[in-house]
């Protein structure tokens, strides 16, 4: 018989190790911009950008460069000035790809979280087969038309880019790029902040004890967490003043524990967790159910009502089984009794016949 | 002794109130073995609750095991000197005390204590006098009335595990662990159908207790003084303890033994480490958990199965190979294992291993009852199982420590192997001896033995001879060929 000890629960992987910061590439790469349409002039938009430097320009050091797949750029004239300008500014730099034909029958659409202010570069790429030069791209944020794009085309393929900086959350939504009106081909980008996760299944409490109720996001470190707590659809901050009852801490920057003492009937409900993030807020439900310990004790009773009946079943059942077999027994021992007497007046008698009993095997043998 | 009027009966019946112990057993085997299995689904309640790391809840579980090995000597102790059903029912309900004040606990040492010690010192009560009880009820179908009793472990554990799991999600852990304890009060009942019987061997062993008592007035006549009498219950007691352990100076159970040693090593760490080496092979997470309970079902088939095959005729007096027979393979099994590097290699592996394994698990009492007799079973099974407590603790965490240093599991598994294979050498090796003892002292003796000398038949001879040791004479005419006698 062997004791299984049991598998310790299987860990998990361990996190994976940050991306290695890359240095800032702007001031080394010569970028091309497209100002609005080749109609447009360059000065109209400079003093928007201007803006947008001297915001930015105490951002910490941080690129990475998530590019997906190269889109191969021809370089139209150059807006020197805004290489300058943009040569002090260091944001993260993302670029995203999607590439369309003229025969994809659904939109293609792609989702990104992003938790601090980017730099981000939007490629579209259709290929067609008929003239490019007649398709027409452009670029919707919701249903709002966007300016400031670029379009090149080689060959069969006509790439469209839009570049602009994701600074707040008005900023984030969804970017389209269109091509053809008609048959409307769409790539979609959804931008989105990381989502929380929490505990799907309710927690289960017992009056007067304490519970963790626990939120996490995965590879993302907000700014800030908060607690909310909500019956039906108001949410009402918890408070956190009272450290008797409530109290909130984490060991790391991507989770937050809300430790809630003496629960009672009142504290159940939903609690929601929401973390932030300088481009927006995602939030998470974790529901708490608060029990009274006669909840468990009906089964608890009743297995041990069982017990005690199937106990003094089997113990009555077998006292009265001995009391039976000590009745017959009792004739038996009298009968047995009757029988030695009669075999000891035989005695001589009875063992005659095992002696014949082995002399025939003797002779069997022999 | 006995409590309660005598049941007269010579021999074990082999049926009727037998099949309700093997019932008994059946449950102490699911309320013992499979809830210290499934209290290891609780770590993680444990460990978000009490914020503590997964070693420090680990504990718990290597306690409950460590404690119910340790102290199976005291369980058969406390069952011989009171009675079976007197230890059960005080061993259910030790268990169920622990997991209910368990339920209360505010902090890991509280569980350590009652889930840990209070709980482990219950189910050892429990285990080993069920297990006796088998054995005493059971003589011609023992091995099959064993294998269903012990395939209430793998049972248990495959239905209390889901059971569990919806209980921890219904009540929390504090309201699981109460409704657990009420589960375990059902020992209670197993304790009460354990209905203790006199078997014709144990006819002896009243008449030297009751020489033993008898000198008891002779003492309290002579002199009334406290410390005389003191003196009296300590001879009394040492007398009574060294009649029940003298089994211990037999060379045939010091052999067992030191084989159990050698056997405890190698079995465990294949549980702690069969998923992690699948893993490390290249199966994925959910094909590594069907490996597991492809051992768990398939343990149970070998329970049940060799049990029944280990009664036919044919084997039954070669028990103690069949044993030795499924240690060794489970042995090769081992030296197999790091060539086993895919799923469709590992699930063979599996199923042989798990059969073997439930095989040797059932024949272990049927084994111990053939060398020390029914008598001493309840101690020798005592003593059995707490010499698996050590090697159990010691063996996982060597093993571990042999996979962090190599790097890889090869040296740890083939440690594993040939600790079981030494194990079932070691046995053969033993009977070997002792054959050609006998075979040496019946060619030297110069009166032989008159009942060989009416057959020519030498093998034949044998058996009867065990037979008619065993037996009445009325087994006689069951292997006589020829007329009948009349």
Redesign the interface.
């Known amino acids: 018989m062997r004791a299984l000890p049991d598998l310790p629960g299987l860990r998990e992987p361990p996190p994976l190790l940050p991306r290695l910061l890359l240095l800032c590439l702007l001031a080394a790469v010569r970028r091309s911009w497209a100002d609005g349409n080749t109609t447009g002039s360059p000065l109209t938009s400079l003093p928007i950008r201007e803006e947008m430097m001297t915001k930015y320009s105490n951002l910490s050091v941080e690129s990475h460069n998530i590019s997906l797949t190269a889109s191969p750029l021809t370089s139209l004239p150059i807006q020197e000035e805004m290489t300058t300008k943009y040569s002090n500014l260091s944001l993260e730099r993302h670029k995203f790809n999607v590439s369309l034909t003229e025969h994809s029958s659904e939109p293609v659409e792609k989702n990104i979280t992003l938790e601090r202010p980017s730099d981000i570069e939007l490629t579209c790429q259709f290929t067609t087969s008929g003239n490019v030069n007649s398709i027409n791209p452009t670029w919707k944020k919701g249903d709002e038309q966007l300016k400031g794009y670029r379009v090149t085309a080689t060959g069969n393929i006509l790439h469209t880019q839009y570049r602009f900086i994701i600074d707040s959350n008005k900023q984030m939504g969804s970017y389209s790029c269109l091509f053809e009106e008609e048959k409307e081909q769409r790539g979609t980008f959804n931008f989105r902040v990381p989502e929380v996760q929490g505990i799907n299944k309710p927690l289960i409490t017992y009056v007067g004890d304490s519970t963790v109720l626990i939120c996490k996001c995965q590879h993302c470190s907000p700014l800030n967490w908060t607690w909310y707590s909500s019956n039906e659809s108001v949410q009402v901050p918890v408070d956190v003043r009272m450290n008797d009852k409530y109290a909130i801490n984490g060991t790391n920057a991507n989770e937050t524990r809300l430790r809630i003492m003496q629960l009672s009937e009142a504290d159940k409900g939903s609690y929601w967790c929401h973390a932030v993030f300088e481009l927006g807020e995602s939030q998470e439900r974790v529901e708490l159910v608060v029990l009274s310990y006669l909840v468990p004790l009906k089964p608890f009773l009743g297995i041990v009502v069982e017990v005690v009946l199937l106990v003094s079943v089997i113990l009555f059942c077998e006292m009265y089984t001995q009391k039976k077999k000590m009745h017959t027994d009792d004739g038996k021992e009298f009968e047995q009794a009757v029988q030695l007497k009669s075999d000891d007046s035989n005695g001589i008698e009875n063992n005659a016949p095992r002696n014949r009993k082995n002399v025939s095997y003797f002779q069997m043998i022999f | 002794m006995a409590k309660?009027?005598r049941?007269?009966s010579s021999s074990p019946p082999d049926g009727g109130w037998g099949w309700m112990i093997v019932a008994g057993c059946f449950l102490v085997t699911i309320c013992t073995?499979a809830v210290?299995?499934c209290i290891?689904i609780f770590?993680?309640e444990f460990q978000?609750?009490f914020?503590q790391d997964?070693a420090q809840t680990?504990w718990i579980?290597?306690i409950v095991?460590c404690v119910?090995?340790l102290c199976a000597p005291l369980g058969s102790v406390v069952s011989n000197h009171l009675s079976c059903q007197v230890g059960i029912?005080l061993g259910g309900l030790l268990a169920s005390t622990g997991l209910i004040l368990g339920s209360f606990a505010t902090s890991l040492k509280h569980l350590y204590l009652t889930l840990g010690v209070l709980t482990g010192l219950g189910f050892a009560l429990c285990y080993s006098p069920a297990i006796a009880m088998v054995g005493k009820y059971f003589s011609r179908r023992k091995a099959l009335a064993y294998g269903i009793a012990?395939s209430g472990?793998g049972i248990g554990?495959f239905i209390l595990a889901p059971v569990v799991q919806l209980l921890i999600?219904?009540?929390?852990w504090?309201?699981?662990l109460?409704?657990l304890?009420?589960?375990v009060?059902?020992l209670?009942?197993c304790g009460?159908?354990m209905?203790p019987i006199t078997l014709q061997e144990d006819q002896t062993t009243p008449e030297q207790n009751h020489i033993g008592r008898t000198q008891k007035p002779d003492f309290q006549r002579v002199s009334p003084c406290s410390t005389l009498t003191k003196k009296w219950v300590q001879t009394c007691l040492c007398c009574s303890l060294q009649q029940e352990y003298s089994f211990l100076l037999m060379s045939d159970f010091v052999v067992l033994a030191i084989s159990v040693l050698f056997m405890?090593y190698g079995?465990?760490p294949l549980?702690?480490y069969l998923?992690p080496y699948a893993?490390s092979v290249g199966v994925s997470?959910q094909q590594a958990a069907f490996l597991?309970s492809i051992l768990g079902v398939i343990d149970i088939i070998g329970n049940i199965t060799f049990g029944w095959l280990t009664d036919r005729r044919c084997l039954k007096n070669y028990r103690y190979v069949c044993y030795l027979f499924a240690v060794g393979l489970d042995g090769l099994c081992y030296l197999c294992l790091p060539m086993l590097q895919s799923l469709p290699l590992l699930v063979p592996f599996s199923c042989t291993f798990g059969y073997f394994?439930g095989a040797y698990?059932t024949l272990?009492p049927v084994v111990t009852a053939e060398i020390v007799g029914t008598t001493s079973l309840s101690s020798a099974l005592g003593v059995v199982?707490f010499l698996?407590a050590v090697p159990?603790l010691v063996s996982?965490p060597i093993a571990g420590w042999l996979v962090d240093t190599t790097g890889s599991y090869t040296v740890a598994f083939l440690l594993c192997g040939f600790s079981m294979i030494f194990s079932s050498v070691l046995l053969g090796f033993a009977r070997l001896v002792k054959k050609m003892k006998k075979t040496q002292l019946r060619f030297l003796a110069k009166e032989p033995d008159p009942k060989l000398q009416?057959?020519?038949n030498g093998s034949a001879a044998y058996s009867v001879a065990r037979e008619l040791d065993h037996r009445d004479e009325q087994s006689v005419a069951l292997t006589?060929p020829?007329?009948s006698?009349?």
Do not use: K
């Open positions: 309660g009027a049941v007269r073995r210290t299995r290891s770590f993680v978000t609750y914020t997964y680990a579980h290597s095991d119910t090995m029912m012990m472990s554990t999600e219904q009540f929390s504090r309201g699981a109460l409704i304890g009420g589960f009060l059902n209670c009942v009460a159908l209905r405890a079995c465990s549980f702690v998923v893993l997470h597991m394994d698990v272990i199982y698996h159990y996982p009416l057959w020519t006589v020829g007329p006698p009349t």
